[in-house]
């Protein structure tokens, strides 16, 4: 995927559009709330924060804001906790029987599951989408779209735009452990290229739009159909 260069960064005025409110339970029973904002530009309406985040960030290392961790294609099931069990036992279907964040140190198959299923996280109709009614994963080409509005294409752009993204790290397929907190952001899209799954990635120097295999553990920001 392309590296935005400097000639495409643009600064655009935003104004917080809260023209929804919304409530789901997380996993752990807590409440789940967001209000929707709307980029100008785009035309695009995001959640003003990301999925299991307790309050929108105020900072581009705010914990709080921080969220949810998801293996790609996975449901609510648990996994996503930051603190979740981990388990060796990769899944045969798309619903593990199990909370556990599945571990995959010996590689093969690249992912949670024993077969790849591309179907996965496809619309808001799609197998395990885990956004409320209405809402889905971005597409690559809509994270991308996004970025090019950002003042400047790295971290302080990501949390200064509508999305206030934070830098909320990853999770490791090969051991459990979360690193990059407070330093990068991975963000999940449902596009998918080959048995890779596309994301967002950024900090403090650049911003990327990469692949990599399902079974990393990144943040999902859920976009309005």
């Not at 995001?46 to 960030?57: F, I, K, P, T």
């Not at 909320?168 to 999940?188: D, I, N, P, Q, V």
């Amino acid at each position: 995927m392309n590296q935005h260069s400097e000639a495409s960064r643009v600064t655009t005025s935003f104004t917080e559009g809260k023209t929804n409110k919304g409530a789901i339970k997380n996993f752990d029973g807590s409440d789940f709330t967001w209000n929707d904002v709307t980029n100008p530009t785009t035309g695009r309406t995001w959640m003003d924060r990301n999925l299991g985040a307790s309050q929108v960030a105020t900072a581009s290392d705010d914990r709080l804001a921080f969220g949810d961790i998801f293996q790609f294609g996975r449901g609510l099931d648990g996994h996503q906790c930051r603190n979740s069990d981990v388990t060796l036992r990769i899944s045969s279907t798309d619903t593990p029987e199990h909370d556990d964040f599945i571990l995959n140190p010996e590689n093969y198959p690249f992912d949670w599951r024993l077969k790849q299923n591309d179907r996965l996280w496809q619309g808001v109709d799609g197998i395990n989408n885990p956004c409320p009614s209405g809402y889905r994963l971005p597409t690559i080409t809509e994270w991308e779209e996004e970025v090019v509005t950002w003042a400047s294409v790295d971290s302080n752009g990501a949390f200064e735009s509508i999305l206030k993204l934070p830098m909320a790290g990853r999770r490791s397929f090969s051991h459990g452990l979360l690193f990059y907190e407070g330093y990068y952001g991975f963000y999940w899209s449902c596009t998918i290229i080959g048995k890779y799954s596309s994301y967002l990635r950024f900090n403090s120097i650049n911003v990327k739009l990469l692949t990599n295999r399902p079974d990393f553990g990144y943040s999902v920001r859920c976009i309005k159909d």
